[in-house]
């Protein structure tokens, strides 16, 4: 079918444009990708390989009494067999890896379960033999004695009175303070601005209403692996799927107690993370094993295990209540949002606090997050975690104010839209951001004037991500042919080899294809974190735009030496270097590479660098549902996604994000959960029962790039994985609305939901 | 580590010999679409597989006016609806045998896997009830008849005895002015099991309905027949008014469970909605006869 538009689908609304920057070339490790050829973690092998399998908890909640290996250690075939014991350490030390405090001790029981089973799928031991099904026939033979306890798995129910408690030692930290009432909430807390009874009193609409989000999974087609070889050096090796090399070594140097100098990992080419893969899951076991065999071992997620054992994200329970004026001004807003953590404390409600109300200049605000243990894997990073959960909540009750005000939702959210200067009520001030460009975006789009259909409704939401900076090094090194090397430390997850190599040339003034990018070992680069938090493009990027700007200045400097002029006097400009003075000194990048080995050697540049000016990135939705009213199914008739990008460095693989981001969203929204049985167990650990949206369920996403530099970067980058997935489940919730007139308060809003809540 | 035998006969008889000799200890194997997910997954612990795709029986497909179709019971789902009189005289299989999978799996599902599956879900199933399917089964005493809607008698459970196999699926030619239609509801376009399903068959004459046959799926523990539900509305003018009497029974007939999929509310609702839905596009296909 053909279609002709009358509008633009992609639009970019550029205001600087570049040689390099915000051009649309062909990605560096695109050949490989397409051809299959690229080496992923699965991929691996070497000589002498043994293959690993985990005995997982078939129980949520369970009491370890007694594990018995000796059958499995008997198998022909079988070389060893780990167990929590192996580990030889019981510290419970607090250790910070990236994301936040957490002690050692949940750290090490999340990779194989010590005293308790938390979740069913949680690791209790491990299996090295000759074979995968070897291994995974001993890890039947291991005798397990389990007191079953009762789970819980549920915010609501975990913080309800005699719920069942998951560590008997986990005390509540009450607004600051630590307590020393045992409970399933790890932490309580408020962020407070103005006074929000003062505001309600003068509000002449208040809307207040409690919101459900269910737990779900990144859903990355990769399932996690790794591959550990312990040498006789006593240098350990890892190969695995990660979102951060350094973050695997450091974890792997903190759980087996090792400096990180004695630890390499490689990071395989990755099939998708979104945040799930940031921690560690197979990498101990897999080394546990090798250091007891002497071999390396490689070990492979079933997709269960993946579903069941890695970290989804929180399922949540919130109440707003929210007041405004009836000219549309919002005078105070209450939030409370509690977020599962899974097992171990550490959920994304901290980011979901500081995101839940920062798309509006409100003087009243409160936001009290809480931080609930409940029978689950440990939540991971997902997407702006913590975010939608809140942007459910807060989007759906900012549209039903509209809607009693009797207001343009957009117009609602223009009045009242944060700005530069804007103090959010989470403490920090905005520096520039472009919410206020987004939203006109929005408003002036074809999209949202157009005609809607019978049984179809529009919906709008928008959502903010803070975006992180952290540390990158990158090291460049000219060849002779004027072509330029480049190593860096992130995991390319969306494009980002492109987007970094591109900021080097875009400096240097050479094409983005004569810049060879390679995402190189932690015994190759300097300390890079991990990608995630929306940082790569930004600063990665930035550690590109130094280490060119190094080379720069050596290869001006060089020129000035082959023609014996002052380095002042010479400039490098698209390319060309040249006497700024007499127009006969003039060479060209290539030039001078070729002559760099006759006159001193080669030219390379290298930067390490943490950069502080991270800018925040807002992100829009326009969103037309059609609902079958007998069945309660929805298509997603039309999708624009509207986000500021600060500058898209390669549009094609922004738009890739914004498109990638929104189709989580809209899966989170109408099908994914986990849905859980009486005794605490996933039913639904299968592609077929999670229900990912296919293909078929999806409308072309149109996308609008919205470019409001970010004075923090040369060349205004603020990072775009992240905001994008935050409006679709709120602009769909809305679209339900006005599609049906019933408004859902709970994800999935699926057919069932749908049928449900509009009665008959 | 786990061996597993596979034999290919070539003839019926070969084939029953082994399936008789190793018991439950073995098992028919025709595309493999459920047996080999099945049994990576240990729902079934077997020696041995017979495969069903080098018999000549199995791999049937034909059609006359006087007697009717013959499927085998190996023959794949894209044979089925790549046949020009399949398509033409029996619409509601070539419903359900293009929408199970995707072209992948129809490259090697058959209707004969799909019913000794015996999965309540299963969507060919109703349809061929529509149309008055026959099994046609041999084993170590011989051969025998059934009727489709007798076939399964639980979840994963047939009638076939130690020994016996499926060979191929008998439909007797359409009446004049009839027609057949088979639909799923699932929440997603693609990649799903239905959450319930209905296959109906409509003969009509001079307007009105003369006969009817309705089976849902994924409703009961087995395809699930409901008698009742034509025979309530023989007679009756073939109008949404006369299709909303028999979707009113399927739907009260209907035993479904709640689980991922949906509610006993909502597929008892579905029931409604697919039979009726179902039964206007068989009138009209009717109509076009
Ligand atoms: C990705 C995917 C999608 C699917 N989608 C659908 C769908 O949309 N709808 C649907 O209904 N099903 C679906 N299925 C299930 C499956 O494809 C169908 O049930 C298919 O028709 C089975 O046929 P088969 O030839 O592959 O059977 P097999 O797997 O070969 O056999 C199925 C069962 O029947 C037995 N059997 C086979 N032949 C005989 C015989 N001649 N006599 C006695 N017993 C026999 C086998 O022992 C086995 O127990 C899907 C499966 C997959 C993997």
Known sequence: MTQTLDYEPNMVLATKTYDVVGTRPVRHDGADKVTGRALYGADFATAGLLHGSILRSPHAHARIKSIDTSAAKALPGVAAVVTSADFGSDSDAVVDLGEGATSLKWLRDNVLASDKALYRGHAIAGVAAS?????????????????????????????????PIL????????????????????????????????????????????????????????????????????????????????????????????????????????????????????????????????????????????????????????????????????????????????????SPVGAGAMCALAAYDIENGTVDGYDVVVNKPKTAAYRAPGAPNAAFAVEQAVDELAQKLDMDPIELRLKNAAKEGTRRVDGPTFNRVGLVETLEAMRDHPHYSAPIGENQGRGVAVGFWFNIGFDSSVNLAVNADGTVILTEGSTDIGGTRASIAMQAAEVLG???????????????????????????????????????????????????????????????????????????????FKELAAQLGSSGGGISGTASVSPTGVGGSFAGNIVDVEVDPETGKTDVVRFTAFQD????????????????????????????????????????????????????????????????????HPFGVRGVGEANIIPPTPAIANALQRATGTRLFETPMNPVAITAANGD | MKWIDYESPHSVREAVDLLNEAGDRARPLAGGTDLLVQLRAKAYDLDLVVDAKNIPELNELTYDPDNGLTIGAAVACYRIYGNSSVRSVYPGIVDAASLIGGTQIQGRASLGGNLCNAAPSADSVPPMIAYNGVARISGPNGSREVALEDFCTGVRQTVLE????????????????????????????????????????????????????????????????????????????????????????????????TDMRGTIEYRKRLCEVLTRRALMTAIERAKEN
């Open chain 1, 645 to 712: 990008v600060g500058k898209a460095i390669h549009p094609s693989y922004v738009e890739g994000q914004m498109q990638g981001g929104s189709v989580q969203g809209i899966g989170w929204a109408l099908n994914e959960e986990y849905y859980m049985n009486e005794a605490g167990g996933m039913d639904n650990s299968t592609l077929l029962d999670y229900r990912m949206p296919t293909s078929l369920d999806l409308p072309m996403i149109d996308t609008v790039i919205v470019e409001v530099a970010n004075p923090g």
């Open chain 1, 131 to 163: 074979n995968p099904h070897t291994a995974e026939e001993a890890v039947g033979l291991i005798e397990v004695e389990y007191e079953v306890l009762p789970p819980v798995v549920t915010v609501e129910d975990a913080m309800a009175d005699g719920a």
């Open chain 1, 510 to 588: 050479i094409p983005a294809e004569d810049v060879h990018p390679s995402v190189v070992d932690t015994d190759s680069i300097g300390f890079t974190a991990v990608t995630g938090g929306s940082r790569t493009t930004f600063a990665t990027g930035w550690a590109a735009y130094e280490a060119a700007q190094s080379v720069k200045k050596q290869m001006i400097e060089r020129a000035a030496a082959i023609w014996d002029v002052d380095a002042d006097a010479v400039d490098m400009n698209r390319g060309v270097i040249s006497s700024k003075s007499d127009p006969e000194l003039s060479m060209t």
């Open chain 1, 167 to 346: 560590h008997d030692d986990l005390k509540t930290e009450e607004l600051g303070e630590q307590t020393d009432t045992v409970s399933n909430v790890a932490q309580h807390f408020q962020h407070k601005k103005g006074d929000v009874s003062k505001g309600f009193a003068k509000a002449d609409v208040i809307v207040e209403r409690e919101y459900r989000a269910k737990t779900v999974h990144q859903g990355y087609i990769e399932p996690h692996n790794a591959t550990a070889l312990w040498n006789n050096d006593g240098r350990l090796h890892v190969w695995c799927s990660t979102q951060g090399a350094f973050t695997v070594r450091d974890a792997m140097a903190q759980l087996l107690d090792m400096p990180v100098s004695k630890i390499r990992v490689t990071p395989m080419e990755i099939g998708g993370g979104f945040g799930g893969k940031i921690p560690v899951y197979l990498e101990p076991v897999a080394a546990l094993l090798s250091r007891k065999t002497g071999s390396a071992v490689k070990m492979v997620m079933s997709r269960a295990d993946v579903f069941e054992a890695s970290g989804p994200t929180c399922g949540s329970w919130s109440r707003v209540k929210i007041g405004g004026t009836s000219d549309g001004t919002i005078t105070a807003c209450e939030v409370e949002l509690a977020c599962e953590a899974g097992a171990y404390p550490g």
């Open chain 2, 162 to 257: 130690r020994g016996e196999i499926l060979v191929s699926l008998h439909f007797p030619t359409p009446e004049a002015n009839s027609g057949a239609n088979y639909i799923r509801f699932i929440p997603r376009n693609e990649m799903d099991i239905a959450v319930a399903g209905a296959g109906v068959s409509v003969v009509l004459d001079n307007g009105s309905i003369a006969s009817a046959r309705v089976t849902l799926a994924s409703v009961a523990p087995t395809p699930l027949f409901v008698a009742e539900a034509g025979e309530a509305i023989a007679g009756k003018p073939a109008t949404e008014e006369t299709a909303r009497i028999a979707s009113a029974i399927a739907r009260d007939a209907a035993r479904p469970i």
